[in-house]
C-alpha cells in the first residue's frame, strides 16, 4: 500500500473532520494528515509530506490484511475492516463533534470492534515536527502524560489495550497494543488543544462521542433534499463539501492539503487551504439546490463582511478565518509527498486581478435573493460600488481564472464581467442594490460584443482563449452554466474542447496543459453541465457516467487525475471537484 519511502498514494486516503479540520487516513489505517486545531495551520501530523519526520497516527494488525472500507451512511465517519488470518476487525474513526456543534477541543476517535475471531492491532502515536519547524516532547503531569508540540497540548487516550509504551529514549511516540475477540470494544484517541489547558475526557466519553458524531451527521443529512440520479455520489459530495466549510466562519476552504503535485515533471505545488470566492459561488450553487439553509446563509454573511473588511473591491480569495492572505509564500525543508517540491505555506496570486471574481460574487448575491431573501442596506451599496468598478475594469488585462503569471485579455475574464453587470442591473431592478442600472446595461451589452468581435474564431468555430490565440481554455464551460451563450457557438465550443483537451470523459485546463499536469476534475464534470444546457443531455449522461466513478473506494476527489492511470494529482478533497460535480448531476436532472 505504500511505497519504499512510506508514501501511499494519494487516491488511498478519505477524509473526516469536525468542522475545524481535517484528518486524511489511509487505506493501511495510517492518518498521515491531521493540522490542529485548524486546517490551515502547520500539521501536527504531516507524514503525508515528509514520511520520515512529519508524524502519524497508525492503527492496523500485525499480521498480514485486507481491507474494505465505507463511510458509515450519511456521515464523515469512517469505517474500515481488516480481515487477518486470525480474525477480522472494524476500526471506525471520527473527528468528534459536541452535543451542540464541535467540540472546543480536538478530539480524533478511532474505535476498535473485534468481529471475528482473535486478532492483534498495534497502534502508533508519533507526532511530527510541524514540517521541520518545532519538535515535540512528552511531559509526565499528574493527569499522565502529554505531548507538547509548538504551542499544542496533546494527549493520547485508550481504552481495553492489551499494553501501553512510551519510547523513552527518543521521547516520540506511543505504541499501544491490542487483542480483540468477538464483540470487544477498544479506543485509540487523540485530543489536542492551542495555547489554552487541556481537557482530559474519559476514554468511555470519547466512544460514546463516536455516536453522537454519527448521530450529528445523520441529522445534517435530514436536511439535505436530494433523492435524484447519481444520489449516492451527489450525497458524498455534499458531505465532503460540508467537511471543508470552516465552522467558526462559514468559509469554505478550497480544499484540505497544501503543496501536493499537479504536476510529476513540474514544480506545480500550491497551498489550496484559503477560501476562494469563487468556490463560495459555486458552494452557495449547490446548498440552494439542496435545501441547506445556515451553510448558505453563513457564507453569504462572512464573505460580504469580508469584503467590506478587506475592500472596497473582492478578492481572489481569503484566509479561512476571515484575514486577508499577506501574499508571503514560506518553503518548508521537507521532502514533499514521494519527493515532489516545493512544500509551502501561503499563496502569491493574492493580489493577482481576476476579473472573474467580479461575476462570482453577484452570482452568489442573486442566489441569494432570488431564493427569497433579502439584503441589507449596507451590503446594497457595497454592491453597487463593485459594479460601477467592473464597468472600469472589464477592459484591463488580468491573470485569469487560472491564475497565471502572464496578464491578457482572457475571454471567460470578459464574460465574468458580463454576468456581473447583467446581475447587478436585476438585483437593482428589484430595488436590492442603489446605482445605476442602465450603465451597467450598458457596460454588459459591450462586453457581448467585444467578446463576439474579438474572442470568437471562425477558424476554431469556438471561443478562444483569448484574442489572437488560436488556443482553448476550459474555463468558458462556465459560461454556458452563467447564461452569456447556450446556443450554436457554446456547442460547437464543447466539440472542440474536447477533441483538443479531452482525454475519455476527462478534460484538461487549457491548450498545452496535458504535457505537465493531469486532467482537471472540475473542468470535466463542467462539461457534462454544458452539454446538458445546450441540449445534448445524452452525451453529458454519459460522460457523467464514466466520471463519477473515477474517484477514489469512498467516493473523494482530489484536484486532478491522471487519465492514464487513474491516479490522483494535486491537493484533496478538493472543494471545486465535488461542486462540480454536484452541479452537473442537478443540471441533468433538472434538465431532464
Not at 501530523?45 to 502519524?56: K, M, R, S
Not at 519510547?167 to 492551542?194: C, F, K, M, W
Not at 470523459?505 to 505537465?516: F, I, N
Not at 446538458?532 to 443531455?537: M, S, T, Y
Request: one cysteine or more; hydrophobic letters at 40%; a negative charge.
Amino acid at each position: 500500500m505504500r511505497d519504499d519511502d512510506g508514501y501511499a498514494d494519494l487516491k488511498s486516503y478519505a477524509a473526516i473532520g469536525d468542522g475545524r479540520t481535517v484528518a486524511l487516513v489511509a487505506r493501511d489505517g495510517r492518518v498521515d494528515w491531521l493540522p490542529l486545531p485548524d486546517l490551515d495551520r502547520t500539521p501536527a501530523f504531516g507524514a503525508l509530506l515528509d514520511a520520515q519526520n512529519g508524524g502519524y497516527i497508525a492503527l492496523a494488525p500485525t499480521q498480514d490484511f485486507t481491507v474494505e472500507r465505507e463511510y458509515v451512511a450519511d456521515t464523515n465517519v469512517l469505517a474500515t475492516t481488516f480481515t487477518t488470518p486470525s480474525g477480522r476487525v472494524r476500526v471506525t474513526d471520527a473527528m468528534n463533534t459536541g452535543v451542540a456543534g464541535r467540540l472546543p477541543w480536538a478530539e480524533l476517535a478511532r474505535r476498535i470492534d473485534g468481529v471475528e475471531g482473535e486478532v492483534e492491532l498495534c497502534g502508533v502515536v508519533r507526532p511530527g515536527t510541524c514540517l521541520n519547524t518545532a519538535s515535540p516532547w512528552f511531559e509526565d503531569t499528574a493527569a499522565g502524560p502529554v505531548i507538547r508540540l509548538d504551542g499544542l497540548t496533546m494527549a493520547v487516550r485508550v481504552l481495553g489495550a492489551a499494553d501501553k509504551t512510551h519510547d523513552e529514549r527518543e521521547q516520540r511516540e506511543t505504541r499501544v497494543r491490542y487483542v480483540t475477540s468477538p464483540g470487544s470494544r477498544h479506543l485509540l484517541a487523540v485530543v489536542a488543544t492551542e495555547r489554552e489547558p487541556l481537557f482530559l475526557p474519559r476514554p468511555e466519553h470519547i466512544d460514546q462521542g463516536v455516536d453522537r458524531t454519527i448521530d450529528n451527521w445523520a441529522t445534517w443529512m435530514d436536511t439535505f433534499g436530494w433523492d435524484g440520479p447519481w444520489s449516492e455520489y451527489v450525497r458524498r459530495s455534499a458531505l465532503t463539501l460540508k467537511t471543508l466549510i470552516y465552522a467558526p466562519t462559514g468559509a469554505v476552504a478550497a480544499a484540505a492539503t497544501t503543496s501536493l503535485p499537479e504536476s510529476t515533471s513540474e514544480a506545480k505545488n500550491w497551498d489550496y487551504r484559503f477560501a476562494w470566492s469563487r468556490d463560495m459561488a459555486y458552494t452557495l450553487q449547490a446548498l440552494f439546490r439542496f435545501g441547506l439553509r445556515e451553510e448558505t446563509h453563513g457564507a453569504i454573511s462572512w464573505l460580504m463582511a469580508t469584503i467590506r473588511r478587506h475592500g472596497p473591491d473582492p478578492r481572489i480569495f481569503y484566509r479561512i478565518d476571515g484575514r486577508y492572505p499577506d501574499g508571503e509564500v514560506h518553503e518548508y525543508d521537507v521532502p514533499g509527498w514521494r519527493a515532489h517540491r516545493p512544500v509551502v505555506a501561503g499563496n502569491a496570486a493574492t493580489d493577482q486581478l481576476q476579473l472573474g471574481v467580479f461575476g462570482d460574487l453577484f452570482s452568489i448575491v442573486r442566489l441569494y435573493v432570488d431564493n427569497g431573501n433579502v439584503l441589507d442596506a449596507e451590503t446594497g451599496r457595497t454592491l453597487a460600488g463593485v459594479a460601477d468598478t467592473a464597468c472600469d475594469v472589464w477592459q484591463s488585462k488580468d491573470s485569469g481564472m487560472w491564475e497565471l503569471p502572464t496578464e491578457r485579455h482572457y475571454t471567460t475574464s470578459k464574460m465574468g464581467c458580463w454576468k456581473a453587470l447583467t446581475d447587478a442591473v436585476a438585483l437593482a431592478e428589484l430595488g436590492q442594490i442603489p446605482g445605476s442600472p442602465e450603465r451597467w446595461r450598458n457596460e454588459a451589452e459591450r462586453i457581448r460584443r467585444w467578446v463576439d468581435d474579438h474572442a470568437w474564431s471562425s477558424e476554431r468555430n469556438a471561443y478562444v482563449w483569448y484574442p489572437g490565440s488560436d488556443q482553448l481554455d476550459a474555463s468558458v464551460l462556465l459560461h454556458a452554466i452563467s447564461g452569456f451563450d447556450r446556443g450554436p457557438r457554446m456547442s460547437s465550443t464543447l466539440d472542440a474542447l474536447q477533441a483538443e483537451l479531452g482525454a475519455g470523459p476527462h478534460l484538461y485546463r487549457y491548450s498545452g496543459a496535458s504535457k505537465v499536469e493531469g486532467s482537471f476534475v472540475a473542468c470535466s464534470f463542467w462539461m457534462v453541465s454544458a452539454l446538458a444546457l445546450v441540449g445534448r443531455r445524452d452525451e453529458a449522461r454519459a460522460v457523467l457516467d464514466q466520471l463519477v466513478d473515477a474517484g477514489n473506494d469512498v467516493g473523494l476527489f482530489a484536484e486532478m487525475i491522471d487519465p492514464a492511470t487513474g491516479e490522483f494529482l494535486g491537493n484533496l478533497p478538493q472543494a471545486l471537484s465535488h461542486l462540480a460535480l454536484m452541479h452537473a448531476a442537478t443540471t441533468l436532472a433538472e434538465e431532464g
